[in-house]
């Protein structure tokens, strides 16, 4: 059996160095989107005018279009510093599991994917930050749904369990799996990687780099296992 390949190195910890990241990225965040917003305001006025020929609108609203996408990854790139606010704190997993089941059904509707749902009953408290653990589970779903929607069998699961039922770690184990084409360890340790996609040009490649450094802020473990056409996330969540 295929072993997991977790994200353990990419907790980023407290300290100046940190700090320093957070600070950072966020003035070059607010740098670009300021730059960014210019783009897409003269691409706009442009647009509006009736008399441009049609290879410069064209190009207008490839402009415009670009500098939306950009924005967009920029909102992606704070994720990927982290949340300095995450509060761990105990939480009932019943608010969890009615946040999981919605939005496995609504990312599944919008890629043409059905993923079974598995939440085991009488589950134990959590340890987490309620918003930090939403930005994690999300592109998990949506990295599972993805996946699916690119093979024949368009197949994706979620299954929770309490502690002991599937591991031996003692926490909380959540599972997303989809069909996949096999992945060497290597290959899944680069899925972690800032701007790594194994997806089309259009991702970012930071959803689950974004994921591992907030699961690794909670106090949560985040693994990938690619083992007979399907990937395994694995999500270890600590009880309360």
Known sequence: MADFVFADNYSLGAGHARDYLRIFLRGLVHKQNNYLGVIQGFSSLMLTEEGITPGIRENALQMHESAKIASRMNEALLGAAGNPGVSVE???????RSFLVRKAEEVGAQHGVSVATTIGEALPDLRGDAGALRDVLVP???NAVEGAAETESRAASLDVFAPGKASESGHIDLFVRNSAADLSEPELEKCFEP??????????GLGLTAAAILAGDMGMRLGLRSESGTMTAWLAIPPA
Do not use: I, P, R, Y
């Open 90 to 96: 105990k939480m009932n997993f019943a608010d969890v």
């Open 140 to 142: 998990l779903l949506v």
């Open 195 to 204: 701007f790594h996609s194994t997806k089309s040009g259009e991702h970012f």
